[in-house]
């Protein structure tokens, strides 16, 4: 399990506005491990996201649409 000293833990809800998804994309997704490069961790019956990964996780899934201009 990754863990870094101070990283938040964040609820499904709290991980899914961070990512602009609906909780239920990430549900899902763990359901049918459509998206395997977000981990995720299971403690007491509760779910939770580090932070890090989250972020981490957007970074590597935004893509930038960058044009060359030429003048």
């Known amino acids: 399990m990754h863990t870094v000293e101070n990283d ?4 499904t809800r709290q991980a ?8 239920m994309t990430l549900k ?6 459509e998206q395997p490069e977000l ?3 299971k403690r007491f019956g509760k779910v939770f996201y ?3 990964e989250v972020l ?12 060359d201009v030429f003048i």
């Open 8 to 11: 938040k833990e964040l609820s």
């Open 16 to 23: 899914a506005t961070l990512l602009s998804l609906s909780p």
């Open 28 to 33: 899902k997704w763990r359901c049918t491990s």
């Open 39 to 41: 981990p995720w961790y």
């Open 50 to 52: 580090l932070e890090s």
């Open 56 to 67: 981490s996780f957007k970074e590597q899934s935004t893509m930038s649409s960058q044009k």
